[in-house]
Nanobody, 115 residues
Framework: QVQLVESGGGSVQPGGSLRLSCAAS????????MGWYRQAPGKQRELVAL???????IYADSVKGRFTISRDRAKNMVYLQMNSLKAEDTAVYYC?????????WGKGTLVTVSS
């Protein structure tokens, strides 16, 4: 089993920044993919960004150039630096880890972008 705990959400004005963190614990494998997803009210959960164990990163078009995913392998942490936030970035952000054919999700952290 793998446990994921997100932190760093909150309220920010448009144009502001936030940094989300995701801590992984439990049965950690060295080959994995970790990503950030988000779900806005009334919408489906969507991919924001992911990073593979080989450091390849993928971003949704809507966040390219504004968000950056990174990791600290020694600490089993993944981060999402979010800059130039927009109202449409408001959502619950979830951390996901895929390893050994299994998907693990965190409980999510709320990001609200509003003036």
């Amino acid at each position: 089993q793998v446990q994921l705990v997100e932190s760093g959400g909150g309220s920010v004005q448009p144009g502001g920044s936030l940094r989300l963190s995701c801590a992984a614990s439990g049965r950690i494998f060295s080959v994995y993919t970790m990503g950030w997803y988000r779900q806005a009210p009334g919408k489906q959960r969507e991919l924001v960004a992911l990073i593979e164990s080989g450091a390849t990163t993928i971003y949704a078009d809507s966040v390219k150039g504004r968000f950056t995913i990174s990791r600290d392998r020694a600490k089993n942490m993944v981060y999402l630096q979010m800059n130039s936030l927009k109202a449409e970035d408001t959502a619950v952000y979830y951390c996901k880890r895929t390893q050994d054919g299994m998907n693990y999700w965190g409980k999510g952290t709320l990001v609200t972008v509003s003036s």
